[in-house]
């Protein structure tokens, strides 16, 4: 239970309130006795003065009666008239023995308990001595008090504290083991488990919030990587059946060998290019690139690439142009920023059919720079559009041309590294990919 | 030539070897890399083949140390990562070019035969010649018999390729990487109608061509016959 973080600081805090107490208590006592003293002081110093007064105005006997009256009167001072020799002449005080001053001096009371007794003594002019006392009682009783509220004081903090920490330590203690205890489970294989949150907006719930929000992304990672896997052993499987026929059919008739060894090779070699592709969109997905990003002129790209694929269009009866409407430059990598455009243009190329024109367009959309590659084709049905960007997702009717499947992906896949937006949009008749980066800061 | 071969897996190493040998080049072949090492250090090669992953010391750190103690020989190296860093890192260790395995064996002899080392004054030439076939490097101009022929720019950079590494092969790949700086491998075939627009332009009308197609591998521009 020690190892508990919070219950050795309610330890520590309780401690501390304690020990504060005690000093509280110790000043509070000492002042409050010196507070008191004065006041007794001044108290005996004001009635042995009236006396003195009393001696001056009416003599000896006018002193001896005030004592007399003042003596018998209830919760009164204690007094006391001695003669020359020291013989008591009147009050409580009589007989005691004190020097000129304050003195502090032992008293049997009137119930027989010795008392100590504070005593200001002072010597009348024709050497009688007059004193003016009061018993420590009153302070004692005050002393009393204040112990015993410290006391309790004392007590009490140390009762609650120890009660809170264990109550704080045992709350604190189940919100981390719950933490830990998700962790537990999502190491045992439970992957969807999470941290509960109190809705409270404390440092824990925090904590837990972004405890979650971490498993959400490796979740989301994982998710990604099972469906890759899911892909690659889906639709790798077709190609790889197909080389295997076509081997086995090379053996069974040895005439036909060399025709079926290089349809063979074509057949791996289309495999490794899409398990190329795969690696790469992992890759950029991973988002390392991020870090090598340089200002790269969209216009200039685009004209690579527009320039590199108009003779092939040219052969295939159909039309590419370049237009440029205001030069643009983003922060990005322009190896993949050109491999992108290259997909955008030959799905295009591809998909569009014979004599399409096609458009291949850097310029801004208000502030922000955008590539796009636009045809007059057939288009695509709209429910069909977003699922375009999935790995493997083909149309239907592209299913026989060839194609890994994974060129719009990997669009995506460069376009969301540079934070970019990809859309498909119908061009009436066509279709318009475009890929709006961020407004430059 | 002389080549070197550092590769940890036998049967991939004996096969190069063997179709090495067979086009004509002595081939020796260190497993581990230290013995590579060694070898590439003590003997002369005309290009040494690299692979990147080898057990105990790794392909570029053995790259950096011979770079390091002075060995200037055009080194091939080879590597299963296809990441794009791979490759960055790899030409920053002081490799000279770089080939992703799985590879067609046609690729890497016309890589190897790129790399051979050239006569030195070969890159400060202003004209590169081959028959009568004349590209002036400084008025960036072509011509044929003495005939002016005019070129795109991407064309012009295709036919300096082409005479520069004149009577070797040069592959798609190689084309793509150097003219149009593409380090992937488009779908569409547009290496062939570059190539066969350049063609026109400068082999149409001639007696000979000098630009030839080399099946399963890629062209060739050399001396005629």
Known sequence: MFRSTSLRLATLYTAVFALSVVVLGIITLFTTRQALSRQVEARIGAESAALVQEYRSEGLQGVIDAVHERDGAVGSLDFGLQGPQGEPLAGRLGATRAPIGWSMESHRDRRGDDEAIRILTVGLPDGHKLLVGDDEERIEALDGVVMRGFGLAFVGVVVLGVLGGYALSGDVHRRLAAISGTAEAIIDGDLARRVPVRGSDDDLDRLALTFNRMLDRIAALMESLKQVSNDIAHDMRTPLTRLRQRLEAGLAAPTEQGLALEGALGDLDSILDTFAALLRIAQIEGGARRAAFQPCDLAALAQTVAEAFSPSAEDNHQSLSLVVERPASVDGDAELLTQMLVNLVENALRHAGPQARIVVTAGRVGRSPMLSVTDNGPGVPEAERERLFDRFYRLERSRSTPGSGLGLALVAAVAKLHGADVSLIPAGPGLEARVTFPEPA | ?225
């Open chain 2, 1 to 225: 030539m002389k080549l070197l071969i550092v590769e940890d897996d036998r049967e991939a190493a004996g096969y190069l070897k063997r179709a090495l040998n067979e086009a004509g080049h002595a081939v020796d072949w260190a497993a581990a890399g230290r013995d590579g090492l060694l070898l590439a250090a003590g003997e002369t090669y005309d290009v040494i083949i690299l692979d990147r992953m080898l057990p105990e010391v790794d392909g570029l750190a053995i790259l950096r140390t011979i770079r390091t103690s002075g060995v200037k020989t055009p080194v091939l190296l080879l590597t299963a990562l296809g990441g794009i860093d791979d490759r960055v890192e790899g030409l920053e260790a002081g490799a000279d070019d770089y080939l992703v395995k799985p590879f067609a064996f046609a690729e890497l002899q016309a890589r190897v035969n790129a790399l051979a080392r050239r006569p030195p004054t070969q890159d400060l030439r202003v004209e590169l010649v081959v028959a009568d076939l004349k590209l002036d490097l400084l008025k960036r101009t072509v011509s044929r018999a003495g005939r002016r022929i005019e070129l795109q720019p991407r064309e012009f950079q295709l036919l300096e390729y082409l005479l520069r590494h004149a009577g070797r092969v040069v592959t798609r790949t190689m084309l793509l990487e150097s003219v149009w700086d593409f380090h992937f491998d488009p779908k569409t075939n547009i290496v062939e109608t570059h190539m066969s627009r350049l063609r026109g332009k400068v082999d149409r009308g001639h007696g000979c061509e000098l630009i030839h197609t080399v099946r399963g591998a890629g062209y060739v521009l050399r001396e005629p016959d």
